[in-house]
């Protein structure tokens, strides 16, 4: 399948995929930390290193419901033993066990003085004053220690750890209710263009929908980060300005439209305003032309991001740019989707100067990758089908069915 009808060179210079990544992660910068509520802190980066205030748990307790004993008593079976007592989880043992003597015990119970072994409830008649064990037993089953899971003053988590559900439940369990994470970033979305129109508006002659505001707020908000959803800024330098005067509140602010060659006349005035901003050329497809700057608000710097207007190029330099660098905001190492070799089912035509990233379907238990269909840069279809990115070298015009070809898994978790 040809990937596009237009294949001239373009007569400005071409910037590599790799070297706009590389130029934007070292111009974004990493948000302070503050102090979040333990439940909010979900895939957030923790701030700071912690330890352990206490052993995990706290005291010596029984992983079973049953008899706590001491060992040696159950070392062969059948035997009797007196029961003296009951603890259950929450209570504590009013005596210690003595040779000859049981415990009832429930899970989670604190063990009894004496006793160094559980025998499980089915391993005995259940009875109530003389218990007769059914089945030997080992010395110390089923007897949970003080700080086995964690060991006071011990470092459990660092900084720099993505928090997900395990990770929660750890702090929760070293009595951290509020946390030190990287802020979450508020990034700033808005549509450029006199055609767009919103979805309640009549759509007249000549104007298009707005999805690209959906699509980046919904991405934006995929990496972690809160999108402030502004509206449609028209193609003229004042409504420009005060759009993106506003917009510089926020960490980031990411635009789509207007920043094809010929098209980008109002930004780059305006943004030279306001801050600074270069007009890259990216030698891929979908997706060439590429705005990436800042805007100085106060002392702030705030990176802007200037996507192409067309669905899947926006979408598309969205995954490889505006990602990284809002996963990067927010203190995450790795900010990069897991790959996969794969054979690709389907030939491809590409221009030799472009870095393509075809949309695909990965079948990997097969091994296998297929296009989603058509691959034009307005297809917004082909996104929604695909679930890798297929990333095809600059070099080779034509990508044989049968070669093995590198694919971008677009649908994995976030990294670690
Ligand atoms: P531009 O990058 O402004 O030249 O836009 C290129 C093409 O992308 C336009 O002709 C529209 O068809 C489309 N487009 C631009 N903005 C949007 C948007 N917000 N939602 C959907 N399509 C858009
Ligand atoms: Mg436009």
Redesign the pocket.
């Known amino acids: 399948m040809p990937i596009s009808a237009t294949s001239a060179k373009p007569a400005q210079k071409l910037m590599s995929a790799d070297d706009a990544l590389a130029r934007i992660l070292a111009g974004v910068p990493t948000l302070p930390a503050v102090e979040t509520p333990l439940l909010e802190a979900l895939g957030l980066v923790l701030a700071d290193d912690i330890a352990a205030d206490r052993d995990v748990p706290s005291f010596r307790n029984s992983a079973m419901d049953g008899y706590a004993v001491r060992g040696e008593d159950v070392a062969s079976a059948p035997v009797e033993l007196r029961v003296v007592g009951e603890v259950a989880a929450g209570g504590f043992p009013d005596r210690a066990v003595a040779p000859g003597e049981a415990m009832r015990i429930m899970t989670g119970a604190p063990m009894p003085d004496g006793a160094d072994t559980v025998v499980r409830v089915e391993d005995t008649d259940n009875a109530s004053d003389v218990v007769t064990i059914a089945a030997a037993t080992p010395k110390g089953m089923a007897v949970r220690n003080a700080g086995e899971d964690l060991r006071a003053g011990e470092r459990i988590l660092t900084a720099g750890t993505v928090l997900r559900a395990a990770e929660i439940g750890l702090l929760a369990s070293v009595g951290r209710a509020r946390v030190l994470v990287r802020k979450r970033p508020r990034v700033a979305v808005f ?3 006199d ?2 129109v919103d979805l309640d508006a009549p759509l007249e002659r000549g104007q ?6 959906y699509t980046l707020a919904s991405a934006i908000r995929a990496t972690g980060a809160e999108p402030q959803v502004f509206g ?1 800024v028209r193609d003229s330098p004042d409504a420009l300005r005060a759009a993106l005067r506003e917009a510089s509140a926020a960490d980031a602010i990411v635009t ?5 060659v010929g ?1 980008h006349d109002h930004m780059k005035p305006v943004l030279s305003e306001l801050g600074t901003i270069d007009f890259w050329a990216i030698a891929i497809r979908p997706g060439r ?1 590429l705005a990436f700057g800042e805007i100085k608000d106060g002392g702030r710097r705030v990176p802007i991001f200037g996507l ?4 899947v ?2 979408l598309v330099t969205f995954e490889l740019f505006v990602r990284p660098a809002l996963l990067r905001m927010q203190g995450r190492a790795n900010v990069s989707r897991p790959r996969a070799k794969a054979r690709l089912l389907d030939p491809i035509d590409k221009p030799d100067f472009l870095r393509v990233f075809a949309r695909g379907i990965h079948d990997a238990e097969a091994g296998t990758v297929r296009l989603t269909g058509p691959q034009g840069s ?1 297809i917004l279809r082909s996104m929604s089908l695909a679930n890798c990115l297929i990333d095809l070298p600059v070099g080779p015009s034509r990508i044989e069915s049968g070669a093995t070809v590198d694919v971008i898994l677009t649908e994995q978790s976030e990294p670690r």
């Not at 789509?256 to 094809?260: F, L």
């Open positions: 549509s450029t263009g055609e767009i298009i929908r707005d999805s690209n505001r449609i789509s439209g207007g920043v094809s098209d032309p192409p207007g067309n669905t190029s926006a307005g």
